[in-house]
């Protein structure tokens, strides 16, 4: 049992990394920033992915923390989700972007306080399905806008009608090719793009809501499984996951998915995810990657250990949770691969490698995942 000082500790902590306002960060914005260490880069970066996904986590934590920590929450959200708007799709779609959009003749605020990146349109992003699932979820949006939103989906899933001819995904493996998956972006010149985690969060946003199935619904929840059973997740992480790219991240965010929703198509897969999680956390180096798989197997476990018990308890046992270094140098929650949505298959080749991508890094994030680690222990 963690002790509730400690826990109240850390969300003061969290608190305090929240922005009061200064030239980098508005009011309630948790500051991050983007990095390149082989190119020697680092720049502040005013998202709003962390801020949603703090939010997103503190909410889902709330119930088991004590009154004064619940009211710490409750400031915390009401200063984040105040910033919303000014991420909302720049033509007033409840959409959203990871930056802030180009307003009331505003400029676009794409790679913020850069020097070359954000002079050049071809880098601002459209909006994307994870902003806008987090968001969704954390501002308590109601079904009538999530119905508008599913349909607003199909527009920019796999196989829509493009310009000229059907849009379809070319960065993926060919079995998945064919089928109806949410593409992470809704920009109609971006190229299809799947990513597991941001369809984890989308799926979590739609359950929660308990909509109806449909024909897309079942080919996400169908590439979700793929990369299960065929351990793309393991083997290929990054063509599964461009924007986590990490196994221990995947399995996290699946963990999510199941730990609250027991009636979804990857209910077969809890007990073959308990042993994926199990192995990995013997070969895993990273201090915060081993806090994920720990809180990942406390919520995959929850309902059913499938006989794992003694070695669930025995994975538990290793509280690195209690000594981790904040922020953790070798940990990446969420990373920008320049390269990735390009069609062009030369430079989709070097997509992969770090020199081509941004690191997004936020303290406070990090915090929050030590904190969820803890609250899931006390819960078992």
């Not at 500790?9 to 009011?27: M, N, V």
């Not at 996904?53 to 989700?81: C, G, R, W």
């Not at 501002?139 to 196989?159: G, I, R, T």
């Not at 965010?253 to 995810?273: Q, V």
Request: hydrophobic share 35%; with cysteine; charged share 25%.
């Amino acid at each position: 049992m963690m002790p509730t000082d400690t826990i109240h500790s850390i969300i003061q902590t969290i608190a305090s990394l929240q922005s009061r306002g200064d030239k980098y960060f508005p009011e309630g914005i948790f500051p991050a920033h983007r990095q390149n260490k082989y190119l020697l880069y680092k720049r502040p970066d005013t998202n709003i992915f962390y801020t949603a996904s703090i939010v997103f986590v503190l909410n889902q934590l709330k119930s088991s923390l004590p009154s004064a920590s619940q009211t710490i929450v409750d400031e915390i959200t009401k200063k984040a989700i105040q910033n919303y708007p000014a991420f909302q799709n720049k033509d007033g779609l409840k959409t959203y972007n990871f930056w802030q959009t180009p307003k009331d003749g505003q400029v676009s605020n794409h790679f913020p306080n850069g020097s070359i990146f954000r002079h050049m349109e071809h880098f601002r992003l459209p909006d994307d399905i994870d902003d806008t699932s987090l968001i969704y979820i954390t501002s308590q949006a109601d079904k009538s806008q999530v119905l508008w939103l599913k349909e607003k989906l199909k527009l920019h899933a796999n196989l829509s009608e493009g310009v000229k001819k059907k849009r379809r995904v070319k960065n993926t493996f060919k079995h998945y090719k064919d089928l109806n998956i949410y593409s992470t972006w809704f920009g109609k010149n971006m190229a299809i793009e799947f990513d597991a985690c941001a369809l984890c969060n989308l799926m979590y946003l739609f359950e929660s809501h308990q909509l109806p199935r449909n024909e897309y619904d079942a080919d996400t929840y169908m590439y979700l499984k793929g990369i299960i059973s065929r351990k793309e997740m393991i083997s290929h992480p990054f063509q599964v996951s461009h924007n986590y790219a990490t196994s221990p991240l995947i399995i996290y965010h699946l963990a999510r998915l199941l730990g609250d929703f027991r009636d979804t198509p990857l209910e077969e897969y809890r007990k073959d995810l308990i042993e994926k999680t199990l192995l990995l956390f013997e070969i895993e180096k990273v201090a915060l990657n081993k806090v994920l798989l720990q809180t990942a197997l406390l919520k995959l476990s929850s309902i059913n250990d499938f006989g794992y018990t003694k070695e669930i308890t025995e994975c538990l046992k290793t509280d690195a949770v209690l000594t981790i270094q904040i922020p953790d140098p070798d940990f990446c929650y969420f990373l920008g691969p320049l390269l990735s949505s390009y069609e062009n298959p030369i430079l989709r080749f070097f997509a992969p490698m770090k020199i081509t991508q941004m690191d997004w890094k936020c303290d406070a994030h990090e915090w929050v995942l030590v904190l969820e680690n803890m609250i899931e222990r006390n819960k078992n």
